[in-house]
């Protein structure tokens, strides 16, 4: 295509948004709106996902010592652990510590069942955190070789905690998905249908060209430059509205001081974010014209 | 788009073979038919054949056939039965492809004008332009140029809305003229013009007929058809009743009401 | 809606009394100019008085103001100066909820026809019958009979982009006279029609103009300017530049081109 | 209005319905996609705050009688407190119960504090739950009046649960309350945008049908009814969509065991929702071309 008809068509598409107002803000703001809830959704879904891989358990793996186990033993103990591959954090919870709150909770309790018992019967504990969830059974197995860790006299998997956490994450990763999908194929289709309308309003438009001479592709560049603009502005204005709520609701959920608003970790990147939908709407824009232009153009 | 180069070089080739070298008739009918529904044909077994540099008024009452015989020939109407040639094209066998290069090569002025609402006077005229890749300089010199035979330079930035019946019909003349096509068909181009006005028009397609284009006319204007004295073909009820190399509107010469 | 029962009764005796009892003029004109912009004015100063039951022609160059002449009369342009009374209403100052009461009692052929693209020949004619709330059995008597008269029942199932250009006028004016109007306007009924038809339908004018039907046609076609020897309102520029009680379309006696 | 009058009116509706087959279908689908995402989310947020509210606690005040209060005089205090306003339930957690419990824990914990202790020193326990969370602070210093309930050694609020579940049910409650509206606001605006365009492509026969002397209710009317039946059928889709898929959810959340699936009461009643999807559909359908025809009638 020569440049000046290049250049004649981006004008054509420039002179089209501006010329047909009402559809072009049509357009606009249903791309806009509904990108806004496909990417609210989808964004507040994986924030949910992140929170939810974080949140589990103080401790996955309790191991407890003899209780003739020195203190030192116990530290060499927890140093070996810390040195094995694939272990986060190992904690010492001293017998110490555990008589103290064994005491309060008993005084709380009102069971005075401590104060009978000469001296402290506890024996030391180690809390092991993994990095992955699916290597803490293997890791018990390890711990349990007694010839290896003689010191060891009980490993105690959190078998409740983590099974919670592993299918509550993995039911949230896989209705994230098919909602998110849900709502993108919904998306499409409504802003498509949006588009469409704004074609069918051309139809006479359309015809005309095609009877003056014009190719279909000289009809069709400058309708898709336009849907393709539709998208962008679009994407590009909701993604400042999720961005902006979702801003306003970690505030309010913070200000709430439940046990959730401790927990929001990562954030997602604004930039990748923005530029996730811009293509995602300029895609389902410029396809949208696309598709809708076709059946105007399938008679000559 | 995907064929290769060189067989699309070798129809385009071909078709300039086919038109020029054979020098083949502008247009070459032969028992066109053109049925809507059963009981309804708008044309019925058709023949007719124009020479290049020929000047055709198609004449006859309302709903005689007219714009179906016209529509045939830039390919609106192609749900049709017969032999259709127009500028070597065989337009039943048409690939869609090839039907913008067919719409290019011709003028048309639509009985509905067909001017685009959202464009100015001159941008309408220049689309025609547009469509055959032409340059900013060129279409900066000839759409004023073809504005100015109809009289309508004044009007250059005025939308159709703002013009009125008449200066709309001759925008749609301006357009169908701007690209100096081989074949000039208008539909009732004089059809909401004064008769001043229209002999007016008349006298520019004799000039554009003189430089070797090729003019069909379908008309009621008696006063236009008995003035030029051309080829004129009577229609009545989908068949060619009349074909009359010098011809008046009617056949008898009626006394004048007056 | 809000308007109390008595008051709108009221409003409406003195309508009637307005028009019938004191027997005003049907068209009444005083120094009516519509500007476009400030260089453009499609009317300027016009003045024109029309009696009941007059026959008027409007006739001109191309873009001299009829057609926004008539649109004044039915309200469709409205941002005019000067004083417009037609059948007693005050154009300028009429209130929108008033303007379809004025349109139902006249009957209007519009220069584009205005068929409903989406209703059949007889739902298109019929709508002008519905609009006034007529009931079933006046519309099954009424709509064919205005078909009839225009010639056009056998396409009655029709939709318009099925009609050929003269047949869609003819229904536009089958429309227009189905609930006999008693101002009929017509912008250039016969511009698409050979002269046979043209002058069927100029006798049909004639028909209701005789049974006391005020008629104001604006036209390009001599032949029934000249044939039924009306009043004839000539525009030129956006003024009236004749007023001819029994007229022609020209005004000297061109010899006939032939 | 005439009986005929109305007939044509209804007429023409559906004529207009059944002769804009695109534009009938690209309306209709969009009211359809855009009442299921906003149906669905309510009804989503209306499930989770159902489930968050009865989520909570297996107790919700646990008051601690004197050792030596005799089983007789704790049914009694129970049966006191049964008929007390405000209360839903008072079980009984016997000392016994109790102590044997701790054994096992003690068990498990590896602990051995219950071996040396003589006898059974823990006190019988009354758990109480409340119909309304916030007579739950009331009901507590009623029952710390030791003068009236001279058996009672020590009353304990659930405040960590009870303080963690009222801020997260007021907090989903709350957000559903902004997402629910802001998805109203949202849909209605999309429909409306969509409505807008139908009507915009029919400017000219409204146009025309001025011209012919109809009024502004002749030609309202007929396209409000068709607004309405986009918007009457599109609703009924997309609450069967929902259902539908609220089912599909049930089962797959049922299907994964986590503690939530245990915990799905209450049911929404699919005929209130169809008929409030409705409701909702049809006002925003007739209202959507009450609002986008205005603008056309204006010019009369
Ligand atoms: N799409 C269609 N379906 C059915 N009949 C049609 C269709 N288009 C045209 N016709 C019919 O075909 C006949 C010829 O129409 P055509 O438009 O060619 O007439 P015409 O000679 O141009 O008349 P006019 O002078 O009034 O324009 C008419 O009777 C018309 O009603
Ligand atoms: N909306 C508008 N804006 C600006 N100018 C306009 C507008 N409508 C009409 N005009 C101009 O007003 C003048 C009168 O137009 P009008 O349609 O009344 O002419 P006419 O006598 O009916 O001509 P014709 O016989 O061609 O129909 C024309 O020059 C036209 O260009
Ligand atoms: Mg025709
Ligand atoms: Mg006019």
């Known amino acids: ?300 | 788009m995907i064929e290769p180069h060189w067989i699309r070089i070798f129809r385009i080739v071909k078709q300039l073979a086919d038109r020029r070298l054979l020098n083949l008739r502008m247009i070459d009918l032969k028992d066109l038919s053109v049925v809507y529904s059963e009981n309804r044909s708008a044309l019925s077994h058709v023949t007719l054949h124009v020479e290049k540099g020929e000047f055709v008024f198609l004449v006859g009452p309302t709903g005689a056939g007219k714009s179906t015989m016209l529509k045939v020939l830039y390919r609106e109407e192609c749900d049709i039965q017969g032999m259709v040639k127009v500028m070597g094209f065989d337009i039943p066998s048409m690939h869609p492809r090839d039907v913008p290069k067919l719409r290019r090569s011709m003028g048309v002025v639509f009985q509905d004008f067909g001017l685009l609402p959202n464009k100015t006077v001159f941008e309408n005229v220049a689309f025609a332009l547009r469509v055959i890749g032409a340059g900013r300089r060129e279409i900066r010199s000839k759409t004023p140029e073809a504005l100015d035979m109809v009289g309508m330079t004044h009007r250059c930035d005025a939308f159709p809305n703002q013009l009125s019946w008449g200066e709309q019909q001759r925008v749609a003349i301006a357009r169908a003229l701007v690209n100096r096509p081989s074949l000039f068909i208008a539909d009732e181009p004089t059809g909401n013009l004064d008769p001043d006005t229209s002999m007016g028009i008349a006298s520019i397609l004799e000039d554009i007929n003189s430089t070797g284009t090729t003019v069909i006319v379908a008309t009621h204007d008696k006063h236009i058809v008995d003035a030029l004295r051309k080829r004129v073909v009577a229609f009545n009820h989908g068949c060619i009743v009349r074909d009359d190399p010098n011809g008046r509107y009617d056949i008898e010469e009626k006394p004048q009401v007056s």
């Not at chain 1, 709150?101 to 000469?118: G, H, I």
């Not at chain 1, 994230?176 to 409504?190: K, Q």
């Not at chain 1, 469409?196 to 009877?211: G, K």
């Open chain 1, 1 to 300: 295509m020569r440049f000046a008809t290049l250049a004649f068509l981006f004008d054509e598409a420039y002179k089209n948004i501006k010329r047909n107002g009402l559809m072009s803000i049509a357009a606009i703001t249903t791309v806009t709106i509904t990108m806004a809830i496909l990417g609210g959704v989808d964004y507040s879904l994986y924030r949910v996902y992140q929170v939810a891989s974080t949140l589990p358990s103080k401790f996955e793996i309790q191991v407890f010592l003899k209780t003739n186990a020195t203190r030192k033993q116990t530290l060499a103990l927890q140093n070996t652990i810390q040195g094995m591959p694939g272990v986060k954090t190992v904690s010492l919870f001293t017998k110490e510590a555990a008589w103290a709150e064994m005491q309060q909770e008993d005084k709380e309790r009102r069971t005075f069942l401590t104060a009978d018992v000469p001296g402290n019967p506890l024996p030391d504990r180690l809390d092991i955190k993994m990095k992955r969830p699916q290597d803490i059974h293997p890791m018990c197995l390890t711990l349990r070789n007694s010839a290896r860790f003689p010191w060891i006299d009980t490993v105690k998997e959190d078998n409740e905690t983590l099974n919670r956490m592993m299918a509550t994450t993995r039911l949230i990763a896989n209705l994230g998905i098919v909602i998110g999908l849900f709502l993108l194929v919904a998306s499409a289709f409504v802003i498509q249908n949006t588009i469409r309308l704004t074609v069918y309003a051309r139809r006479r438009e359309i015809r005309i060209m095609q009877l003056v001479g014009a190719t279909s592709r000289f009809i069709r560049f400058p309708l898709i430059l336009e849907g393709f603009f539709y998208g962008c502005l679009g994407s590009l204005l909701a993604s400042g509205i999720v961005l902006f709520a979702a801003e306003q609701f970690s505030n309010y959920v913070r200000a709430f001081q439940t046990p959730i608003s401790e927990q929001l970790p990562q954030e997602i990147n604004p930039f990748v974010f923005v530029l996730g939908m811009m293509v995602v709407g300029m895609l389902i824009g410029s396809f949208g014209v696309f598709l809708s232009i076709r059946r105007f153009l399938k008679r000559v």
